[in-house]
């Protein structure tokens, strides 16, 4: 390691055992990852217990195949099952056990239920009926029910899409979701960290001490290398942890793989933003000396964060490809929020995302150049906050 670079090790490596050891940062990784372990545990039960069960006398018991086709169409998720007679399918209604017993025959069905029929299930017993009804027209007209109810199956209309249309997978809008919320929570907390870090030093002018054996670009790198070092690890654990939990209760049913680039890429986004972020945070909170200052020079700066998390969870889940997400998602300010989420839902194009990345990347070292020359011209002046225009002169 070149002699320049060891006084930002070591900055670094005080951030990163203070910010570690910290009570705070234990307890937070284990709420949030606590809350994202939970979620796909109660996403599985909410979607495994959604099945309505309906119950069958023995005397009706050939509806049940007919029923659970129609119920199939009718996109109402259903289990039947055969009861022993109409009294204790009743008392099964009451206790709770199944949701609806059908009695009666073929030619007059009743649905028993206990307080009120669900909507899904009436739409299936209403085609029931029908279907019933027309059987018995086209038996009393000489027909073949079966080969009416085929041809009226097989007739379809046939539709020609332009363009086709995306396809919207529920577990990949709540992945994407979850992966919004940590990437705007990490970015938010871990660079006001990086804010209130130089303020703190400032205010106390332990920065004056500091600067008297370093350089103010080698305090600057080491303080966002050691607080973004923090935050990888807290984000790695909790993506980590919460894809290991989705995939082994089998609340994420798509493929592993694709759960695992969605880690990855939140990963490799969560560097890009932070150091993107925490740079102009460094420099713009050395312009102030006290930390209920702080609020008036980065709040600017986190709307840039919160902007486009809140029009990526509130357009993306319902509308993947919107042109408008697809284009600020190239901006290198809302690429680290935006992207991870349009990865987590998937069929993002390779040019978009390798143009992101450069831009970002290339963005990057005019961050260091710039922020370096406003933390250089301003950590030093205590009191009154230094005016921006002041800050960039050369000193």
Not at 82 to 95: H, I, K, L, M, Y
Not at 377 to 386: D, E, I, K, Q, S
Request: net charge positive.
């Amino acid at each position: 390691m070149s002699s320049a670079w060891q006084p930002v090790a070591l900055v670094a490596r005080r951030e990163i055992t203070t910010r570690i050891r910290a009570k705070g940062f234990r307890i937070g990784t284990l709420v949030l990852l606590a809350l994202v372990v939970a979620f796909p545990v109660v996403l599985r039960i909410a979607t495994g217990s959604s099945a309505h069960s309906v119950g069958f006398t023995s005397q009706n018991a050939s509806l049940a195949r007919a029923f659970a086709a129609v119920a199939t169409v009718s996109g109402a998720n259903v289990q039947t099952a055969t009861v022993a007679d109409q009294a204790s399918g009743e008392q099964q209604v009451r206790a709770g056990t199944l949701d609806a017993l059908v009695v009666g025959s073929s030619g007059s069905v009743q649905v028993v239920v206990d307080h009120s029929l669900d909507e899904g299930l009436r739409a299936a017993f209403t085609a029931l009926t029908r279907q019933q009804a027309l059987d018995a027209q086209v038996r009393h007209l000489g027909g073949d029910p079966a080969q009416v109810s085929a041809a009226v199956a097989s007739a379809q209309v046939e539709v020609a899409t332009l363009e086709p249309a995306p396809e919207i997978n529920g577990q990949r809008i709540a992945l994407g979701i979850v992966t919004g919320v940590l990437i705007y929570l990490s970015l938010q907390t871990w660079g006001q960290f990086v804010a209130q870090g130089v303020v703190e030093e400032k205010s106390s002018r332990v920065v004056e001490l500091l600067l008297s054996t370093i350089r103010p670009w080698q305090l600057m790198a080491g303080k966002v290398l050691g607080i973004g070092q923090v935050g990888l690890v807290q984000i790695a654990i909790v993506a980590g942890g919460g894809a290991i939990a989705g995939l082994v209760t089998g609340a994420l049913t798509i493929p592993a793989s694709a759960v695992a680039g969605t880690v990855v890429w939140l990963v490799v986004w969560y560097l890009l933003g932070f150091f993107s972020y925490a740079l102009v945070l460094a420099a713009a909170s050395s312009l102030v000396s006290r930390q209920e200052e702080i609020a008036g020079v980065v709040g600017p700066i986190l709307m840039l964060l919160v902007v486009p998390y809140v029009l990526g969870i509130s357009i993306l889940p319902s509308k993947p490809d919107s042109r408008l997400i697809e284009v600020l998602s190239l901006i290198p300010l809302f690429s680290p929020t935006l992207m991870p989420i349009r990865l987590a839902f998937g069929d993002v194009p390779v040019w978009q995302i390798g143009l992101a990345v450069a831009l970002v990347v290339l963005m990057i070292p005019a961050l260091v150049w710039l922020s370096g020359r406003i933390y250089r011209n301003a950590v030093l002046r205590t009191g009154a906050r230094v005016r921006l225009r002041e800050a960039l002169r050369s000193s």
